[in-house]
């Protein structure tokens, strides 16, 4: 059971604001740490483990900053909640899977969740709306601040935070936008963009994260290199170049606009026609045509859907989001039927 | 340009009476008559041909069955209006490609059609909505006596009537049904149909004649025999085959709806989903998601359609009636938006 503090349902993080936010889902922000007088969690002892959890709950509950989130004794979750959070991105499909003593934070509107005991003995996350990078690392930074004061990190004066991973030395930061690219996919200039993010050593991946297609058109670019830059560099970079693919993508949404336009609103109604009329739909379904959609809104075509409530139903169209809704667990069957029903619902122009 | 006398607004026989109309579409008998003193069209000269249409005037405008009917100088016809008709059911392939003196006759609701100078001098033909085999029959049997008085047909004491394809002769009656028969198929029950058809000596086609496939779950079934069994026989056997098969199809789908009714209902509502929202639709496409519609009104899904808006869908979708309705000939893509338009309009629960 979750604490009361989180109920999952101010969805902030999905409400399509910050800049840009018709083509930049979210921002996220993590940072990897690591107590200095414990051995990485992969070669940690049940002690050690507990050391830290201890810590972290010592630490969580004296600051101000993080009184007020839930600590959740994650091991003691459900499959269905763990995967629930691991949908909505809160937390690491390794994170699910592993079996160690660990924690979960979260605060009430889910936009800072921390990780003790993933691969490192600290992630911390910060996510937002659009193009919000800014914000988040403020956000991130004064937690990071509080939590350096009440438990000494592993740092190394030449090479910075150190890392399970050696992937995430240096600043121990991942940064990271979720674009929504169908202009540039179906004009096919997509290769174009992945690989000028390839030249800028920028990793690209699908919506369900490392090795997922571009189911969707989703793409998560975030930077490979933790490493010889400061994290206002970094975060820069990142800002930057989502913005400049933003606005590629509007000009190219236009020209199709003004050069395709019967393909793209056959397109754009049949994938409306689809969502709102089908009484099973599976996952892939919904995300590949609630991308057609999303193209319809930002074209002005589809004018009684909003962003925000293509973003809800993103989410909350995966297998655990619908068991949640629900209030049960259903089989394959089933979910694709209660899916349809809550598409629907949310999609069609009489009950908006 | 047609003549007044016919305006192809009436639909008779697509209004959906008649019995078992929710699976057979409609009903139709054709009589092949030839001159006795003139060659078969294919091997008669120019003056021939003027003789046999000239002699067809002359009954025609002097006997009050045909009177009323309008007389076509077919070859005078431009190619979409012939293909209009040929489209319609009205005329047959051949006869629009025919390049020889020909008339067309017809009534103004259509239930009549005659054509001078085809394959044989005349094809008569009567087509009803539903199983109306026998009232069909009445009347072609009526106007088959009239002209019989004005001009002497080839007739063999025991051959019976003589046509240029020994195909015909005899009845030279062609007696046909057009069945839609999607929960055959569904269950795959559809291939004993259609042996059980050629066991009894009966012809399988599909929508459009000789060599279509099955498209939109259609099926044409005829007589191959036109010898050895008078007239009412030959009816009596088409009338009982449509009626069992209409019975075992309602069986089929009433077993769809109890068994699968989850995937039956989707796959309905997508196809209403597709034909209401799409902003191009194919000929194929319109055929295909049709026969689901079609379904679902059978079953009790779609309440706010019938099946006479179904049957008119068909045949107005078709490439020629579009071009004939928006009043200029289109090329295919423009073809695709008006025929999406057009379906769309007399889908949609708003616009009934």
Known sequence: MFPEQVQFNANKWLRATGDLADVVLTSRIRLARNLQDVPFTRWALPDDLASVTARFRRVASGTAELAGMAVIDFPRLDALEKEF???RHLISREFVEGKKESLLTLNSDETISIMVNEEDHLR??????????????????????????GMRFAFDERWGYLTACPTNIGTGMRC????????????????????????????????????????????????????????????????????????????VQRELRKHAARLIEDRVWRAYGLLTN???????????????????????????????????????????HLQRMAGQPMEASDRDAFRADYVRRNLTKENP
């Open 85 to 87: 959070l691991c949908e």
């Open 278 to 320: 089908a009484r099973l739909l599976t996952s892939r379904e919904v995300l590949e045509n609630l991308s057609d959609i999303r193209l319809g809104i930002s074209l002005g075509l589809v004018e009684h859907v909003d962003f925000r409530t293509c973003n809800e139903i993103l989410f909350y169209a995966q297998p655990a």
């Open 176 to 251: 990271s936008v979720m674009l929504h690219l169908p202009g540039m996919v179906l004009t096919q200039r997509i290769d174009k963009v992945l690989s000028a993010a390839a030249q800028l050593n920028l990793a690209v991946r699908g919506f369900f994260g490392e090795g997922s297609e571009n189911t969707g058109n989703l793409f998560q670019i975030s930077n490979q290199i933790t490493l010889g830059a400061t994290e206002e560099e970094l975060i820069q970079k990142i800002a930057n170049i989502a913005e400049q693919i933003a606005k590629d993508e509007r000009r």
């Open 124 to 149: 911390i996350q910060a996510i937002r709306s659009g193009v919000d990078l800014q914000a988040a690392w403020e956000e991130l930074n004064a937690i990071d601040d509080v939590l350096e004061k």
